[in-house]
């Protein structure tokens, strides 16, 4: 947008791309129509980005790097009528999902799991609604553009892809993680015998019948009693 001759150049062109400018499909995410546009997409990116980078760097590459690939291959496969394409909403969107899918899925706070789950809800309604009306949500319209639900639907897929690869690779590594949610449950009920409000018993053999018999914890065992004296047999010479 603020440079009309690079823009050009650096758009998404079916046409230009079928000659082998191959680049765009890259570049072509990195332009825009309006300062609107460039503004909303860019506050965007640093916001989502920064916190994507900040849950791991590896989140952050795959996202980006992944969701870029994926919408273009999608608008060059899937949306044949579109000739031109600028924005960074697709690679946003991956990014929203990613994050909320990340906080759902490795979140111990119930909290954060279901602000996690509430934000890819709010996000496929807005999808919903723009794909409905034909109008973005948040940016103004500009005149001869059009709004493309396909590149934020691929940049989500791609998202949430990330999030459960990330899930996997870190279960992967650490085999004695668990899911929280089965984790907290199991804390919650101790089995049988091992909780702290079960005392520690000992047991004592029971001279009578020689079965073992419980003590209560912290008595003490009675003294062995010794057996009484014989009286000694006549012409016995045993000393007392």
Known sequence: YLLPVSTGLLEYSREAISRGQIWRLVTGHWTHASLDHLTWDVVAFLALGGAA??????????????SAAAISAAL???????????????????????????????????ADRWLGAVAQIVFVGKLGFE?????????????????????????????LTAALS?????????????????????RARPPRGCGPASPARSRVPAPATGRPRRRPSGSVAPPARRPPPTAPRPGSHQAW
């Open 76 to 110: 060059l496969l899937l949306a044949p009528q579109w000739q031109t394409y600028r924005g960074l909403s697709g690679i946003d969107s991956a990014l929203f999902v990613a994050l909320a899918a990340t906080l759902w899925l490795e979140s111990e706070r119930r």
């Open 53 to 66: 980078a900040w849950r791991g760097r590896g989140l952050f590459w795959r996202t980006v790097l992944g």
């Open 131 to 159: 794909r409905l009306t034909g109008s973005a949500l948040f940016t103004t319209e500009t005149p001869g553009h059009e709004i493309l639900p396909l590149a934020q639907f691929a940049g989500a897929g791609v998202g």
């Open 166 to 186: 990330r899930r996997r690779r870190h279960a992967r590594a650490d085999p004695r993680a668990r899911d929280p949610i089965r984790d907290r449950s199991s």
